[in-house]
């Protein structure tokens, strides 16, 4: 059992097993990382929906409260000019309150504006952010793979062999000696 030939017999097999395993390894990682990129991208593209969903979702909040205030504007300004006509008051001073009105109005459709804008530059960060936490992940999940050489194995293989049919070598020569 342990004459140079079988040693080294044993030397290739187990070298080639290795390499043959080394590669199907190598595979089962380049498919793993694959779906993993292709399931990252899916997360990011829902998680981008999910944020411009939202700023949809505000932008129709923000124009049915201006929409509101604009009508609850001409309600008042109409009600305004109703009774100081029905109360014979005209004027610099009903003008004076018609203008207080139509300040208001504008202050409150600049604030919400501004919040707008604001939300608008959150959501913008917030996607800019989403971006690079995906491309670290896609860089996480692609590291380099370490892909089996066959003239390395064959090397390695070489040398394991050569080792054994000298061990084998060894081993006969003291039986021979001794026996």
Known sequence: MCDPVTLTTLAVVSGGAQYIGQR?????????QARASEMERQRAMQEQSAMRMRQAQEQEAANRELADVSLKSREALAKTRTSAGESGVSGASVEMLLDDYTRQE?????????????????????????????????????????????????ASTALNAASAYATGQQIQQGKTSTG
Request: no cysteine.
């Open 24 to 32: 199907r390894m190598a595979r089962q990682q380049a498919r793993y």
């Open 106 to 154: 504008a202050a409150y459709r600049i604030g919400i504006t501004r919040q707008r804008e604001l939300q608008d530059v959150q959501t913008g960060l917030a996607l800019t952010d989403a971006g690079y936490r995906t491309q670290m992940r896609q860089i996480d999940i692609n590291r380099p793979i370490n892909k089996p050489s066959f003239l390395t194995a064959a």
